[in-house]
């Protein structure tokens, strides 16, 4: 019998619905994606009409296709590939990713589309480039590098997507994407962040013309499907014991992602985690070469390792899909940190659970948190089987306050000047003898040669 709210409830929209090619479609069926995300579905329209877009939604909602589904459905064949499609992101992490993205839609249509990131040689980017190419993701630094020694030209694009402004910016790219702009057509710009900060809101004001914000879950919303709880922990060597403890008495972290602000606490814990089960982790930092990071991605997205650790801004671009936990082994200084580190689990569709390790350091900025949620995370007691480690980080020692000792000064109010009376041998005072009268003292007066014995005057 029909309920209702069967008869109040919105009809599911599907990928039909929406104004998409055959290949596209194709595509998303292939993939085995059937309903629109809600950004998907309000974005379409939006980005079909031309206008520019502030997309706000976090990652895990699907926002990569909100943006390439339309662009991709408004990309035109052309003989000779132009890039048509530009596609700024902070991190290579997340251009390996998006590119991977626009590869799974185009099974179909003849995109070419290539990656272009720093730290890696330029060369094999330059040949790509002048191959011809369609679409190009990119981090700011070296597109503006391939831009200015004349491999790029940037005159035939389109459509400019700006995503994880937030975390462009915040990361000091705001000159490199002025610089970009001015290198740019007229075009439509597509901006999509996780939350609209000041930086955000000023880049918008002086560069943007007023677009239409699309928005999936208001600023700061955790996504339903992530369950959040947290432990209350002494200091950092608690924290290592009690993270093993996770890992040693519950099967179901199997794809568990570790947060940490530090890379020093990041390949601290990494030695720890390795020495306990060995092989079954990995760590990813900015310090880490960039093979070493994408070998570690695989080996996690694989399943070879059991847990990987991260610091924020590498773990941004990391796509992989069915990461069970999420632990915060210290609470990020930004509430919006946290709320990218929790969205890597409880992807689009999947439940995930989050932890977050607190010390009475942290409780002020977790307090932060939760207003920004507007949620209370519930808190477990540590498990008895947890040591309570009693040895402290320099950084954790209580500060000692040295007692300070007065010592009593003499009155000196009432003393004299600084000189006492001599005494009187010492009152002499030095006066010069001539050595003539010395001599005298001592010898009598001389005798003249007129008058000494013997000597006659004159002959
Ligand atoms: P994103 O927020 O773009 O990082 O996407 C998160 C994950 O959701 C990715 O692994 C996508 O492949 C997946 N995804 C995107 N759109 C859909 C959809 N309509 N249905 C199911 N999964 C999706």
């Known amino acids: 019998m029909r309920t209702f709210a069967d008869y109040f409830q919105a009809p599911v929209m599907t990928f039909e619905d929406l104004n998409l090619n055959k290949p596209l479609l194709n595509a998303l069926n292939d993939m085995g994606f059937k309903t629109p995300t809600p950004i998907q579905e309000k974005a379409f329209s939006v980005v079909m009409s031309g206008k520019d877009v502030l997309g706000i939604a976090q990652t895990g909602t699907g926002k990569t296709f909100a943006y390439l589904l339309p662009c991709l459905r408004q990309w035109t064949f052309q003989k000779n590939k132009v890039p048509q499609i530009l596609i700024l992101v902070p991190t290579r992490e997340l251009v390996a990713q998006v590119v991977s993205e626009v590869e799974k839609l ?88 996780a939350t609209i900060t000041e930086e955000v809101e000023a880049l918008i004001a002086d560069y943007f013309n007023n677009p239409i914000r699309v928005e999936a879950a208001p600023t700061g919303t955790p996504l339903v499907n992530i369950k959040q709880h947290g432990y209350f922990v ?20 199997t794809k568990v992602l570790v947060f940490t602000g530090s890379k020093a606490i990041a390949d601290i814990i ?154 009187d041998k010492n009152k002499k005072t030095n006066s010069k003898v001539p050595h003539k009268q010395l001599m005298r003292e001592k010898y009598g007066k001389p005798k003249k040669r007129a008058n000494k014995p013997g000597k006659k005057k004159g002959k």
């Open 270 to 423: 990494f030695e720890k985690m390795d020495a306990r089960f060995p092989e079954r982790f990995g760590v990813i930092h900015s310090n880490k070469a960039q093979n070493y990071r994408f070998n570690a991605v695989n080996q996690f997205k694989a399943g070879a390792f059991q847990g990987l650790i991260a610091t924020d801004i590498v773990a941004r671009g990391i796509d992989v899909y069915e990461v069970t936990h999420v632990i915060n082994f210290d609470t990020p200084d930004e509430a919006e940190s946290y709320m990218h580190r929790i969205g890597r689990t409880g992807r689009y569709d999947k439940d995930g659970i989050a932890i977050t390790f607190i010390t009475e350091q942290e409780k002020p900025l977790f307090e932060k948190i939760e207003t920004l949620m507007h949620y209370e995370v519930p808190m477990i007691e540590l498990p008895e089987t947890v040591e309570i480690s009693e040895v402290l980080l320099p950084s954790e020692m209580p500060v000692v306050k040295m007692k300070t000792i007065k010592v009593r000064l003499p009155d000196r109010s009432t003393a004299g000047p600084a000189f006492h009376e001599k005494k």
């Open 106 to 193: 185009t099974p179909y249509i003849d995109v070419k589309v290539t990656g272009v990131i720093g730290g890696v040689s330029i060369h094999p980017q330059i040949a790509a480039i002048s191959a011809g190419v369609d679409v190009i993701v990119a981090t700011p630094g070296r597109l503006l590098e391939l831009v200015i020694n004349g491999t790029l030209k940037l005159k035939t694009v389109k459509k400019l997507v700006i995503d994880e402004v937030d975390e462009m910016l915040s990361l000091g790219f705001r000159p490199q994407l002025t610089h970009i702009f001015d290198a740019l057509p007229k075009r439509q710009n597509l901006l999509f962040s």
């Open 234 to 253: 002494p200091n950092f060597n608690t924290k290592i014991n009690l993270l093993i403890h996770l890992f040693e008495s519950n099967a179901e972290l």
